[in-house]
């Protein structure tokens, strides 16, 4: 014989979503998107700051190996395009530090900026000297017709180590942070602050 509900009752219940059931999914949303959001700015900080310190290092590297295959001492400069896309760009040493389209460079996007050492409100402590094994410099790196790391000054160009620090300066505190370093031998290394110490 039939159902014996009536017809308007099963429409009213396929008709939609009820303000309750619409209400949980709505608060459902915002909490993934609270603890999603978050993440995802961190994502982005971590793989801009990787991408930034492998460019700059794969700039070094070419730098050293070209000053090897030229037979010429060659430094590394770094400045800002528009005052806000960090820039490195190679030249020989006793060139004028103007950047041209010919030269070896890199960039690296806003907003990192690069540092002489971790300033500011939670900002990590220094690469230890005895974990580096050598006490750096913060001047452009140069590297000689041997390709070793060196402070060129007025046709000299003396052997020594040197380490940069980058900051990502959306981020707060002490996330955000990496560095560079090259060894007197040349290695180039890469250093990423955990929030807890340095590892490379």
Avoid at 11 to 16: E, K, S, V
Avoid at 21 to 30: A, F, K, M, P, R
Avoid at 113 to 123: E, I, L, R, S
Wanted: with cysteine; hydrophobic share 40%.
């Amino acid at each position: 014989m039939g159902s014996s509900k009536p017809v308007s009752q099963d429409m009213g219940r396929l008709a939609g979503f009820s303000l309750i059931e619409v209400s949980v999914v709505v608060l459902i949303s915002l909490i993934v998107g609270m603890i999603a959001i978050p993440n995802m700015v961190s994502v982005i900080s971590n793989a801009r700051l990787h991408a930034g310190v492998t460019s700059m290092s794969g700039l070094l590297q070419n730098s050293r190996m070209s000053a090897v295959k030229k037979n010429l001492t060659l430094t590394t400069h770094f400045g800002t395009l528009d005052g806000q896309t960090l820039v490195a760009f190679a030249k020989p040493a006793n060139e004028a530090p103007v950047r041209a389209a010919t030269d070896l460079q890199a960039e690296w996007e806003a907003p990192v900026m690069m540092m002489g050492t971790p300033t500011g409100v939670g900002a990590p402590a220094e690469i230890d000297t005895t974990v580096l094994g050598f006490t750096p410099q913060t001047t452009e790196p140069s590297f000689n017709t041997r390709g070793l790391p060196c402070v060129y000054d007025d046709g000299d160009c003396t052997n020594d180590g040197f380490l940069f620090y980058f900051k990502d300066t959306s981020r707060q505190g002490s996330q955000g942070w990496a560095a560079l370093s090259i060894s007197p031998a040349g290695r180039i290394k890469k250093w990423f602050w955990t929030g807890g110490s340095w590892v490379d």
